[in-house]
């Protein structure tokens, strides 16, 4: 199933909201996050300080997160071939499938409703470190963006993070992007204009396991 027309439409509109919230949402309330648990060393592993990025990035603090959205290798049957990637937005897990049944699991943030999207597209291309510039409208409703209209240089302030993967259908940009983020909270919510998120830690892992023309299913239901 490749995107529709409404749903094309729909990817307009979150890019001309930036495809990701600029400004900062305050962090969820005290007492709305996973009570502090025993960390398994595995997982501090792979959330790590990665000083050795062009912009260091810190270790996530796991105790903020459900541990259900922490990267997994798990069990999961789908048509697709090895190598698709399956964003299923209901549930705010990102897989990508593997042989034997098996998929590699990222928790994500996904769009607000009003941003949803679903179909069958493709990964153009990918990028390091990626320049972020706001839409024209966005600059007109928040003007202090004024300054990135040009670009905002990559940075871990910048909203599309460590690294992003463009979504196309045939040679059409759809203008959603997978992409990094450092704002942990926001892992398991509906809180960004439409694109999905990860950790940064994880958009690394996803980035360098799959190549451009990357099949990509988002599911809604």
Not at 1 to 11: A, D, H
Not at 41 to 51: D, G, I, K, T, V
Not at 56 to 67: C, E, Y
Request: proline share 8%; charged share 20%; with cysteine.
């Amino acid at each position: 199933m490749s995107l529709s027309r409404r749903t094309f439409c729909l990817s307009a509109t979150a890019a001309l909201a930036g495809c990701t919230n600029y400004s900062r949402t305050r962090p969820l309330p005290e007492g709305t996050t996973p009570a502090r648990q025993q960390i398994h060393p595995e997982y501090l592993q792979m959330y790590r300080a990665m000083p050795e990025e062009r912009f260091p990035i810190p270790a996530v603090d796991l105790t903020k997160i459900d541990p259900a959205y922490y990267r997994q290798y798990v069990d999961y049957y789908s048509v697709e071939p090895a190598g698709t990637i399956i964003v299923d937005t209901p549930s705010r897990f990102l897989y990508l499938t593997m042989e034997g049944g098996k998929a590699m699991r990222y928790g994500v943030g996904i769009g607000r409703a009003g941003f949803a999207w679903g179909g069958s597209a493709r990964i153009a291309y990918k990028k390091e470190w990626p320049t972020w510039t706001p839409p024209t409208e966005m600059i007109a409703r928040e003007p202090e963006l004024e300054q990135y209209r040009n670009g905002m240089q990559p940075s871990l302030d910048n909203p599309l993070g460590a690294r992003a993967l463009y979504i196309f259908e045939g040679n059409r940009d759809t203008l959603y992007r997978l992409h990094g983020t450092s704002e942990y909270w926001s892992i398991g919510k509906a809180v960004s204009s439409g694109c999905v998120r990860l950790l940064h830690q994880d958009v690394i892992d996803l980035y360098n396991r799959v190549p451009n023309g990357t099949k990509i299913v988002v599911r809604q239901a």
